[in-house]
């Protein structure tokens, strides 16, 4: 940074601080003063270190600087309080695992993910490893990067809140387990393993439960608590003439076709079986599992319904209508509890400019299915390799890469009730939402043996996870949203929420 | 080259020059002895002019290296006794048009293409831009490189031909009229406008036909003689979100795919409708105007059947079986007289590796249909629309890129009868095949206000034309296959053998 936009990021930071205020949280709802005092004389230091962060990325589906990745999560770790932070080996990517005995009754897990999602830095009006602060019309100012809403923005939140509790000259209100893994963009595939080593899951089982930092504001400011997340299923579907025993064992030329068959074809035939005329899911016994909602989830949803804005939602995805044009309230419902198949991704033979007269030998097609309580990421793949099986494309090849049940955590758990708390005091009136229709590993911590409560919490509005230009909102446009300091309070209110909740 | 290398390289040749005859081949048949001596003379040179040729791509698809490539073809043509050759602007890349006046009675065309397909380097084991001569096990000695068989090898031969009548202080036995274009591997989409041109329409007027240097040899050494070839189209669909008003019009996060419609699918499901179960074309009205083989073709297949080697063609292609488990006799059938629709290639969402959780707005598929007699391009394209839109993929856009009519050559043609007699003459008892699988411009002479006859014709035998590892047969193993002097005497023998036919 050179001194002219140095005193110009700072300057712009001090500038903004009364923007950053969040104005209906009432400031003595749990935090001492000191602690809220802390956050703002921290701006530039937390926000730096979020940019350093975003500036170093470590993509697991690419292989690409992940030991870096590691250290640099076991450093953060240990600055923020996590003084035994150490390296969890596993089979893949290492995660990283840490304590902080602040001599407190309750005990509360911490999930982070180190790794981010691709970039086509093509796509991006802002380089997505350069975590620039720029405006974004009706948000404010955003920091662009890959990283910054999915997950590292709220982590470094969570980090920034640690570091002011103990500028303030305090402790933390309860003893935390941190367990990151670097793995969570390819499916968590050794993330099982690695809570499984027995000083992690003893860790763990003296948790009240399992958090996730997320920013979980939409841009009108609302927020929501979800009690569970989808599940899901990632793989690709390969056709090719040597596997089939059909069409060619390599890329020919395209007259060949009359005497030959097409893989590219076949993938197509095979993906045509895979949803209804319209759609949906239409792999046989995929969704057999499928649990209704209860009276409980259906009236969250018109809760919800009422609470939400269809026209806010539509401009976010430019999307004229929903899927076989139900209303709001049904796809609210469908977001929560229909399974999914979707394509990621097509690949096959010339994907250049312009046209090549190949047939191609292969083709492929990514993949995610979505899961709902009660499917499980087992039960869904052995269902599609049958179905393939079935309907004569059983030399389709099904990889799967990664994935993970769904989850559910009661409304009634302490880790919700502190959510519900501190949103509430925030004057924020939060949607409860029955299930995230993303998909985190949650259900390593909700399933046997740790039968943990488990879900996502913080203030604060970001997008763009998965797509060009993410985004985090650092100073709102809009005085409902969270910004930065707002984002870091949330946390702080959080953990002397859960200390005093019985 | 190095000292060593370019002494290894002529002492290869001259080693190899007793492979390089072609034994069958009466010496007497049509030309004079002192050009077929020449040949051998300017071996060297005619080689490291093909070398050149390659090592200098022009690739219309990705607008590359085009004028020097045009540069290139004004200059050989030139050389070669063209020495008015002349550059012919058209909308897109140039043509190339001249002519040579030898005083003779009759006037052949040739049709030259000085551009060739894309590559992806990776996937050769020799650069495709450095046409090494390489051993190829069962071949004998080949150039590897990218225009190696399609089109720049024949065509240096021919060139080579022109050069060894003039070096044996000979002119050509009947006049010549070039006509080059640097869009054949994008579909010819200017060629019409170049060939309308009034002054190389009255040329082409005078001419008794137009061919095209080609590797008629099977690795075998059976030779076709072709009379017509399919026509093409190659295209684009694209489904979007935008077009279709469902789904997303940006990639969104994939957990969105609950509640929107997925542009992927769609467009999977538009494709689906283009073949039957087993792959066949099933657009409506696509087909209609299909002739079916007469009396005097099915003898010809007949006999096609029986000469061509069925195991050799599915070494070639890594191909077990045919569509539809056809016999041998049938596979050849389809390939002169059926329409294909083919995917050339597959492009959605995420293609790197591993997979990434986007729902994609957009997805596009490359195909080429192939067109039989009596069946147009323009009518196939209106085909292709009507059929989408009446199954709800009218959103769906069909984006043309080029193509071309079939086209057809009477067998008594005075081209074709010298193409038949320099065979046999060469021992070579050729197939007669009624049309060529591939496609190229041809309708553009065959059509009004021409009606030419045209067609290929050129010993020699090489493949991987539109794909990795192209090659030209340089000093094969086999005897029965012309090498390079035996390509280049071919067109001498051609240009004799069509100075004297009635």
New interface residues.
């Given amino acids: 940074m050179t001194q002219h936009s140095r005193r110009r990021f700072l300057g712009t930071a001090a500038a903004s601080a009364a923007a950053l205020t969040l104005p209906r949280v009432a400031r003595g709802a749990g935090a001492p003063d000191a602690i809220v005092a802390e956050i703002g004389k921290r701006r530039a230091e937390s926000l730096a270190r979020l940019t350093a962060w975003i500036r170093e990325p470590a993509i ?3 292989n690409r600087g992940m030991e870096a990745g590691c250290q640099t999560m076991l450093r953060l770790a240990r600055e923020a309080g996590f003084e035994d932070a150490a390296r969890v080996p596993t089979a893949g990517h290492p995660a990283v695992f840490g304590t902080l005995d602040a001599g407190a009754k309750r005990t509360l897990g911490v999930y982070f993910m180190y790794d981010v ?2 970039v086509d830095p093509a796509e991006w009006s802002s380089p997505p490893f350069e975590a620039a602060l720029v405006d974004k019309p009706g948000f404010g100012r955003v920091m662009m990067g890959r990283g910054a809403v999915n997950q590292k923005g709220p982590q470094a939140a969570f980090l920034a809140a640690l570091h002011a509790i103990r500028g303030a000259g305090h402790k933390p209100p309860v003893n935390l387990v941190l367990i990151a893994e670097g793995e969570e ?3 968590s595939p050794h993330f099982t393993d690695a809570v499984r080593r027995p000083d992690v899951l003893a860790a763990l089982q003296r948790c009240s439960g399992v958090f996730m930092p997320f920013a979980a504001q939409d841009p009108d400011g609302t927020v929501t608590v979800n009690l569970g997340a ?1 599940g ?1 299923v ?3 579907l390969v056709a090719s ?1 040597a596997k089939w ?18 893989p ?3 993938l ?2 095979a ?2 079986t895979l ?1 209804t ?1 319209d ?1 949906d899911p239409a792999i046989d016994g995929f969704a057999h599992a499928v649990r209704r909602p209860t009276a409980a989830e259906r009236a969250l949803l018109d809760a919800a319904a009422a609470r939400l804005d269809e026209a806010t939602a539509r401009r976010m ?7 076989r044009d ?1 209303s709001w309230r049904d ?2 419902e ?2 929560a509890f ?1 399974p ?22 292969r ?1 492929t097609a ?1 993949l ?1 299915l ?1 899961l709902v309580p009660d499917m499980t990421y087992d039960g869904a793949l052995a269902a599609l390799r049958s179905h393939l099986q079935k309907r004569g494309f059983g030399d389709v090849e099904v990889n799967p ?2 994935g993970y049940d769904p989850t559910t955590t009661a409304a009634d758990a302490p880790l919700i009730r502190a959510q519900l708390a501190v949103y509430e005091r925030a004057g924020l009136d939060p949607v409860v939402w029955p299930r ?4 985190y590993p949650g259900h390593v911590f909700t399933s046997q043996p740790l039968g943990l409560p488990a879900g996502h919490f913080g203030l604060g509005h970001g997008g763009g ?4 230009n993410e985004y985090l909102v650092i100073e709102p446009a809009n005085p409902r949203l969270a910004g930065w300091d707002g984002a870091v309070r949330s946390y702080v209110d959080y953990l002397f929420a859960l200390a005093t909740i019985g």
């Fill in positions: 697991a589906a690419e999602k691709q963009e390819i499916g989808k899901v990632e793989l690709e003439g025993g059909r069409g060619p064992a390599l890329d020919v030329h395209s007259s060949n076709r009359a005497r030959l068959d097409s590219s074809f076949h197509v035939q993906l045509a949803v005329p759609g995805l430019q999307a004229p209508r929903w899927a139900v796809a609210l469908r977001m229909a999914t198949v979707n394509i990621e991704g097509l690949v096959a033979g010339y994907t250049g400019p312009g046209g090549k007269t190949v047939l191609p030998h083709a990514k995610d979505r890469s990664g995230l229709a993303g998909s996870a998965h797509a060009p």
